[in-house]
């Protein structure tokens, strides 16, 4: 086999990618070869390009993420390749979300300035949960008295979500404000849709054990999804205060009716 011929390495890194069931670096790829046999650099993106050209209409693709190379199954896949796993997946409340994308677009975020926008006290199995997942990580601390935690995203977050960079994240204009109603805190721990679940996991590794190559979830549409649950929740809050403010005007007036038959008598 000849290396320094861009088609043929194509194959040995499909291999490789393959065999690790994670990203690899170029320079971890790199790293596998031997000194005498490994292709320059430029070499090996060519033998990138030309794998991500062959992935064209197969159900993988090779995408790079912030860790580096992986290959996956694409994300229309998903509602398929997700029920190969029987075991009951985590689901993830409104509350771990937002808290999320707050630390995810306002990065470094201390946990009380979170509570600021979001209007309630944020949970402590939340942060815990997200540094479990290697989604978050404690990056300095806040010069003022008590010195809070400053929080950020990790790279396990950006691969997790497909991103290469936090570049890639949406425009936050194009999303609604996350700052939500104060009637909505009872709901602060409602379940997300099954559907956000289904794709939020596929990418998920139980216990840190390697898997088969997956597709990752889109932060796009994970946030859409979100912001289409809280109108939800708001549209269904509308509904029963309208509820609530006719069975007042009931109450109002028998009341009335009541003080009617008093006077006649």
Not at 3 to 18: I, K, M
Not at 58 to 86: D, I, N, T
Not at 110 to 118: A, S
Not at 234 to 262: I, M, N, P, Y
Request: proline share 5%; aromatic share 6%.
């Amino acid at each position: 086999m000849t290396l320094s011929d861009p088609h043929q390495l194509a194959t040995v890194l499909e291999g490789l990618l393959l065999a690790s069931g994670k990203p690899m670096s170029l320079e971890r790829l790199c790293e596998l070869f031997e000194e005498a046999e490994r292709p320059d650099i430029g070499v090996f993106r060519d033998a990138l390009s030309i794998l991500a050209r062959s992935c064209e209409g197969r159900a993988f693709e090779l995408k790079e993420v912030a860790s580096g190379y992986r290959l996956q199954v694409r994300e229309r896949f998903a509602p398929w390749v997700g029920r190969l796993w029987e075991e009951r997946p985590q689901r993830y409340s409104r509350a771990l979300l937002e808290t999320l994308a707050l630390i995810a677009y306002r990065q470094p975020i201390t946990r009380g300035e979170i509570e600021d926008v979001r209007g309630v006290a944020v949970n402590s199995n939340i942060t815990k949960t997200l540094l479990e997942r290697e989604w978050i990580r404690v990056v300095g601390y806040r010069d003022v008295p008590g010195r809070p935690a400053m929080f950020a995203t990790t790279k396990g977050f950006l691969d997790h979500f497909n991103l290469k960079s936090l570049d890639e994240l949406p425009p936050l204009a194009a999303l609604r404000e996350l700052e939500p109603e104060p009637e909505l805190a009872l709901d602060d721990d409602a379940e997300v849709p099954a559907g956000l679940q289904a794709r939020a996991d596929l990418a998920l590794q139980e216990d840190g054990e390697a898997a088969e190559p997956r597709e990752e979830t889109s932060f796009r549409s994970l946030l859409a999804e979100l912001d289409d649950m809280e109108q939800g929740l708001k549209t269904d809050f509308d509904d029963l205060r309208l509820a609530d403010d006719a069975d007042d005007e009931q109450d109002e007036a028998h009341v009335v009716d009541q003080d009617a038959d008093e006077s006649l008598h």
